[in-house]
């Protein structure tokens, strides 16, 4: 397993803000798997997600490293694709379909507006949208949440990244579109062997498809490691209380020990 990226005592500060969004994280990200980023809100997950992708506010102030393998940071666009929570702003109301997701292959791969059309389309189908040489002519209001979600993470396939970085790319979404969503991810970033980064606040359904789990907590990193493992033997009394904080009547345990 090779290593995508080393993060070492990475701290991040916002320019206005007298305490760090994220403290001290060491950690790894492993080439071609799936890292699930988990914590409830404001524990720095979005920070994270946006020092990866280069996409940090002016002056902000970032110590420690993020060492890339191949030395240079990934191109966002281009070598990184972006999902993030609300596909209706990550949309622009005024562009079809087509256009929106032919961008990224025209600007990022260089090919023309024919090409990079066609390119839409296969990347609307390989994202399972029905009648997608149709969908290229619509408009986003024409379609549903979900459907909305699937074209934004089409748009972020158009230029073939080698990285997916979803940021809570589920959670505006009802239950079962958020199931099939996460299926959808899990079956692309496999087919293209791409490294997917995960963030999400909802631990149960990042331990569903996750090679692996970061669980952060107010800026820190309070443990990471392969999900059977942190499942089977969570290292700190927080993520315990995540896991527990998901059993009821109706789920199946994630704990074996809670299961007796
Ligand atoms: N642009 C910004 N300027 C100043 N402070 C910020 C900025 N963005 C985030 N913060 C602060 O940094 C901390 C971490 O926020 P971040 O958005 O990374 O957390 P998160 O885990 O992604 O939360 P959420 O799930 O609510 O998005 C919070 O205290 C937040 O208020």
Redesign the pocket.
């Known amino acids: 397993m090779s290593t995508l990226c080393e993060i070492r005592d990475l701290s991040v500060t916002?320019d206005?803000?007298p305490n760090p969004?994220l403290g001290h994280v060491t950690l790894d990200i492993a080439a071609g798997r799936r890292l699930a980023i988990i914590?409830e809100?404001?524990?720095?997950?979005?920070?994270l997600a946006r020092t990866l992708a280069g996409l940090l506010?002016p002056r902000t102030r970032v110590t420690g490293e993020i060492q890339w393998t191949g030395g240079t940071p990934p191109c966002p666009g281009r070598d990184l694709g972006l999902v993030f929570q609300d596909p209706s702003s990550s949309l622009n109301p005024v562009l079809t379909i087509g256009e929106q997701v032919a961008e990224g292959a025209r600007q990022h791969v260089g090919l023309g507006w024919k090409q990079a059309l066609a390119r839409a389309q296969e990347m609307l189908e390989r994202v399972r949208i029905a009648q997608a040489d149709q969908v290229l002519r619509a408009y986003p209001h024409q379609l549903s949440g979900g459907q909305r979600q699937r074209v934004v993470i089409a748009a972020a396939l158009a230029a073939k990244p080698t990285i997916l970085l979803a940021d809570?790319a589920t959670s505006a979404l009802d239950v079962v579109v958020q199931a099939e969503i996460v299926a959808l991810l899990d079956d692309l970033v496999r087919d293209a062997q791409m490294t997917l980064i995960f963030i999400t606040?909802d631990i149960a359904l990042a331990s569903g498809f996750a090679d692996r789990l970061a669980i952060?907590k107010d800026?820190r990193l309070m443990e990471a490691g392969p999900t059977a493992s942190v499942l089977a033997a969570p290292a700190q009394g927080y993520t315990r209380t995540l896991l527990q904080s998901h059993l009821d009547l109706t789920s199946p345990p994630l704990v074996e020990e809670a299961a007796t």
């Open positions: 916002y206005d803000q969004a914590g809100s404001g524990s720095g997950k979005s920070t506010p809570e606040h952060f800026g």
